[in-house]
């Protein structure tokens, strides 16, 4: 293994994803930047470089064996290890998404990278994450995976517009790091999920109310914390997610 410690941040050529390999970087880490497009991956790269990021471009589509299997091989070539996965990259798989009016590929498209492209990658990293003395997996969810907040009346605590595809794409995604979180408690490796926040990306045509920075934080957060710190839980900036 390296000596610093390493990331890998999926979806880390824009955004929130962006933010927070700059936000790593800043610690001094090594840092992935998992991008599926060439261009968007080493303007990032230079970008992240830039400001004194020790940034490596890693190819990784989520959505593709091939490409998750050689990006795990790049950063075990590149870094020498991997202490840190960030599963940030995500889709809502097109909007409206309306129940009722709902086009089953919207739900796919969600499903594919959002849960099945985390677990995809998850797979081929954990070896890597396994030989690190401190390891960390991060799952980019969002509030509106929350049962309860979805099942809240509004007004009182509802979250997000009404979707069949990208809320309970991030349910599902909650469940699935409850699922690892359980598999891994007899080793050092802390699984957990985290809610940045409305932010303004891309993701909903910059309607969010918090910057990039803002939303990358409690990723940076749960991808610091110490070896005594939580598992299997569902945290934002305020504290605990309600499942
Ligand atoms: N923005 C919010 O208000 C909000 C709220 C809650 C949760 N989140 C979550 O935060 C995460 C980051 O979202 P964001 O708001 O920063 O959105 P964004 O600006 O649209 O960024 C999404 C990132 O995911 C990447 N991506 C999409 N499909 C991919 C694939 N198949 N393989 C690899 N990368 C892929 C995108 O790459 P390309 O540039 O190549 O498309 C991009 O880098 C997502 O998981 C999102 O669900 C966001």
Redesign the pocket.
């Known amino acids: 293994m390296s000596e610093r410690t390493v990331a890998l941040v999926?979806?880390?050529?824009?955004?929130?994803?962006y933010e927070i390999a700059a936000g790593l970087g800043a610690l001094g880490w090594r840092v992935g930047v998992?991008?599926?497009?060439e261009r968007?991956r080493e303007a990032a790269v230079a970008a992240l470089r830039a400001d004194g990021v020790d940034a490596f471009g890693v190819p990784?589509?989520?959505?593709d064996d091939a490409s998750v299997t050689a990006a795990a091989r790049l950063v075990e070539e590149q870094a020498g290890g991997l202490d840190v996965l960030v599963n940030?990259?995500?889709?809502t798989g097109g909007m409206p998404q309306q129940p009722g009016g709902a086009d089953v590929a919207t739900v796919r498209a969600a499903v594919e990278?959002?849960v099945i492209?985390v677990v995809r990658v998850t797979e081929a990293m954990l070896p890597l994450l396994r030989r690190s003395a401190s390891p960390r997996i991060v799952n980019?969810s969002?509030g509106v995976g929350s049962l309860t907040r979805q099942s809240a009346s509004a007004g009182e605590g509802q979250t997000g517009p009404l979707s069949v595809a990208y809320a309970p794409s991030k349910s599902m995604l909650n469940a699935v790091t409850v699922q690892y979180a359980r598999a891994l408690a007899d080793t050092s490796i802390l699984v957990n999920a985290a809610?940045?926040?409305?932010?303004a990306?891309?993701?909903?045509g910059f309607r969010?109310v918090r910057t990039?920075q803002q939303?990358a934080a409690v990723a940076v957060r749960l991808a610091t914390l110490p070896d005594d710190g939580p598992t299997g839980g569902f945290f934002e900036d305020a504290g605990v997610v309600p499942w």
Request: charged share 15%; with cysteine; hydrophobic share 30%.
């Open positions: 999926t979806g880390a050529n824009k955004g929130i994803g998992g991008a599926r497009d968007r990784l589509d989520v959505t940030n990259a995500g889709v990278v959002n492209g980019m969002s809610c940045p926040g409305f932010t990306t891309d993701l909903n969010g990039p939303g």
